[in-house]
């Protein structure tokens, strides 16, 4: 049996305008501009102001009900909403401080060979049979980007002959391994592991003792020197505290990653661009927004004129009805744009500033101690916005400080109480932790036991193992791992 029934509900959506908004505010100043491009090639009432100043509608406020698809009567649009004498829009009342030099913001790259086509120019140097070439080339196809040869040499010989049809051995893999890639450019390529990487580039070096010594060391106590059991390697070799202190300088000044450090592998290094900046005036912060997240966008000339020509003509046809239906769709867009920037640039001003006033103390003084602890909630309870917008601007904006540029993400942090019941930023903890690990003696190293020792009676009562979660986010080893001899 069928029922009709009515059912009251209240619900939130978001319009398509509040969501590109958000993801608007989430862009960093580069992704930002490349949005930017892509709406004005797309809108071609959107114009950027580069050349001489247009006419721009300075009416931000109305609220634009079609989406793009009904259709619109023309007797009731208002040509004059859409025509204004104002050139500049409302929010780019302040200086830009790029020249007209700076506008060419593409980052450079040097064009050369790749790393790995370095290494296949290389093997010409050899004389090799067809089936040696075809072994060689598919072993440096094999190199990773860090210089190694990672997989087992009986799955490259499968793979020879199921993907190369060459069917070999073991063996000859091997033997073509060492005599021809692992004699290649930059010394220490092609190893299957970093002890045969570093022995490698020991043996390249003219004979001295201390090499020698290094080479044996390497070759039947790798586990122990890795582990930095110097004792033991002492009373093994035989040898002095002096002289494994010579073997461990010897070692450190080898490349553990010979592939990285190619000058032509053509990676793009990243480029990190403010989108804030926190000066110091007068012992006051002083906060600015980057101005390229605030361009300036103003409609078209070509489009107003064609307004202006509809307004003006006495006899309306078909085809310029059909114009201004479109024109009024590309211009509403255009003005949500705007709208957009405009709202985007308040939004990341308003949170910025109150992260800015509720850190304080560290943007006067540069001291991570004073990071007081803070959360987003902390920050969109103050600006009464949501926490999503905040985590929006926090998660992929930099500002610069006289510090340095800082991942705004950074200023936030948890608490914990000290031993006067005081709230502290674990930000704080871990800058301590990090300072106690800086000074102490590196032929005694510290354990997480002793470290927690430490902090408690500087008045941070901290378990051990949060001591050693700390330092495995801080990217500290343990005492083991820090002993210097």
């Excluded at 890795?226 to 010897?250: G, P, R």
């Excluded at 078209?300 to 003006?312: A, H, I, R, T």
């Excluded at 690990?437 to 009562?461: A, C, M, N, Q």
């Excluded at 378990?463 to 990217?475: M, S, V, W």
Aim: net charge negative.
């Amino acid at each position: 049996m069928l029922k009709q029934s009515l059912n009251f509900k209240l619900l939130q959506k978001l319009s398509p305008q509040q969501i590109q908004l958000m993801k608007l505010i989430q862009l960093p100043t580069q992704a930002f501009e490349e949005r930017l491009k892509q709406e004005i090639e797309e809108n071609p009432a959107l114009d950027t102001g580069k050349e001489e100043p247009e006419d721009f509608e300075d009416s931000l406020e109305n609220e634009y009900e079609d989406d793009g698809n009904e259709k619109i009567d023309t007797e009731d649009i208002n040509i004059d909403e859409y025509l204004s004498d104002d050139e500049i829009p409302n929010y780019k009342t302040q200086a830009n401080n790029y020249a007209a030099d700076d506008e060419d913001r593409e980052m450079p790259y040097a064009s050369g060979t790749s790393f790995h086509q370095s290494l296949q120019n290389q093997l010409n140097t050899f004389r090799l049979n067809d089936e040696e070439r075809s072994i060689a080339e598919f072993l440096v196809g094999s190199i990773d980007d860090s210089g190694y040869i990672r997989r087992d040499l009986l799955d490259l010989v499968d793979d020879l002959a199921f993907t190369q049809n060459v069917f070999t051995t073991e063996e000859k893999v091997l033997e073509l391994l060492v005599n021809v890639v692992q004699k290649l450019d930059p010394i220490g390529v092609g190893a299957r592991d970093l002890k045969e990487c570093l022995i490698i580039q020991l043996k390249t070096k003219s004979a001295q003792k201390v090499r020698t010594l290094a080479i044996a060391i390497l070759e039947t106590s790798f586990d122990h020197f890795v582990k930095k059991h110097y004792n033991k390697l002492m009373e093994k070799f035989t040898i002095s505290e002096e002289e494994l202190k010579e073997v461990i300088q010897e070692i450190s000044r080898l490349n553990p990653k010979p592939g990285s450090s190619y000058a032509g592998n053509n990676k793009f290094a990243e480029q990190i661009i403010p989108d804030f900046s926190i000066k110091i005036i007068d012992g006051e912060l002083d906060l600015t927004l980057n101005s390229r997240n605030a361009p300036e966008l103003h409609v078209s000339k070509e489009y107003n004129n064609m307004l202006k020509g509809y307004q003006e003509s006495k006899e309306k046809s078909k085809s310029q009805k059909d114009a201004v239906q479109f024109i009024k769709q590309k211009l509403d867009a255009a003005k949500w744009f705007i709208d957009a920037i405009r709202q985007r640039q308040q939004t990341l001003l308003v949170t910025m500033n109150s992260i800015m006033h509720y850190q304080y103390d560290y943007f006067l003084t540069g001291d991570e101690r004073k990071l007081k602890p803070m959360i987003l909630k902390d920050i969109a309870d103050q600006i009464k916005m949501d926490i999503s917008t905040v985590s929006r601007v926090a998660n992929s904006k930099y500002v610069s400080t006289p510090y340095g540029t800082k991942l705004i993400k950074e200023f936030f942090s948890e608490s914990m109480k000290n031993d006067q019941g005081e709230d502290v930023s674990t930000r704080e903890i871990k800058k301590i932790l990090q300072n106690v690990i800086g000074d102490e003696d590196k032929r005694k190293p510290l354990t997480d036991d002793k470290l927690s020792l430490v902090l408690k009676e500087k008045g941070y009562p901290i378990a051990r193992r949060t001591i050693a979660k700390y330092r495995e986010q801080l990217d500290i080893p343990v005492a083991r791992l820090r002993k210097e001899i």
